[in-house]
T-cell receptor, first 115, second 115 residues
Framework: ETGVTQTPRHLVMGMTNKKSLKCEQH?????MYWYKQSAKKPLELMFV???????ENNSVPSRFSPECPNSSHLFLHLHTLQPEDSALYLC??????????????FGSGTRLTVV | AQTVTQSQPEMSVQEAETVTLSCTYD???????LFWYKQPPSRQMILVIR??????QNATENRFSVNFQKAAKSFSLKISDSQLGDAAMYFC????????????FGTGTRLQVFP
């Protein structure tokens, strides 16, 4: 078991749909992240939350809306997506500042296809 | 801004042999952390090895070791006694010791292991 759980594993949605991705961690971490992974491109950091507060929005279009109700849960709400948004969306968690030497713990991602 | 470059899109190795994956990075900082992550077909990113920039000694984890050349900004991964289960995408990543939010990735190297 990974420690970071993402659901759903696969998602196909139309451009007019609204859906949400969910991420959950029970590692006691206080920072959570959304990354987008597209073929042949570096992983793109989308959003960062520290202690439930958003500390980074990497110029992500407003059709992606994150939500972090507590340090263990992170959501990514999707609406009116474009085909180029099709990708693997990875969630990760880590200890926040003070433990910078640690990497992240990742989930297995949601494979999103926009049709 | 920091960047990470992996110049080998694909590598292959025979079982039990040794392979080295290359990574270079660009930064003006002196204090940072470097990581190698493995992403198998299950999609979960798994931390393989980490290196603190202030340590001259190269990190080692069982069959995995790094060659960290700080002046050259090079951080290669050596896999000894390769196993079929080592087949995966390998990502090099950088994390500043000051800005703790961002883990910056390269584009990855796909490693194939032949019996």
């Amino acid at each position: 078991e990974t420690g970071v759980t993402q659901t759903p594993r696969h998602l196909v949605m139309g451009m007019t749909n609204k859906k949400s991705l969910k991420c959950e961690q029970h590692l006691g971490h206080n920072a959570m992240y959304w990354y987008k992974q597209s073929a042949k491109k570096p992983l793109e950091l989308m959003f960062v939350y520290n202690f439930k507060e958003q500390t980074e929005n990497n110029s992500v279009p407003s059709r992606f809306s994150p939500e972090c109700p507590n340090s263990s849960h992170l959501f990514l709400h999707l609406h009116t997506l474009q085909p180029e948004d099709s990708a693997l969306y990875l969630c990760a968690s880590s200890q926040a500042s003070g433990s910078t030497g640690y990497g992240y713990t990742f989930g297995s991602g949601t494979r999103l296809t926009v049709v | 801004a920091q960047t990470v470059t992996q110049s080998q899109p694909e590598m292959s190795v025979q079982e039990a042999e040794t392979v080295t994956l290359s990574c270079t990075y660009d930064t003006s900082e002196s204090d940072y952390y470097l990581f190698w992550y493995k992403q198998p077909p299950s999609r979960q990113m798994i931390l393989v090895i980490r290196q603190e920039a202030y340590k001259q000694q190269n990190a080692t984890e069982n069959r995995f070791s790094v060659n960290f050349q700080k002046a050259a900004k090079s951080f290669s991964l050596k896999i000894s006694d390769s196993q079929l289960g080592d087949a995966a995408m390998y990502f090099c990543a950088y994390r500043s010791a000051r800005n703790t939010d961002k883990l910056i990735f390269g584009t990855g190297t796909r490693l194939q292991v032949f019996p």
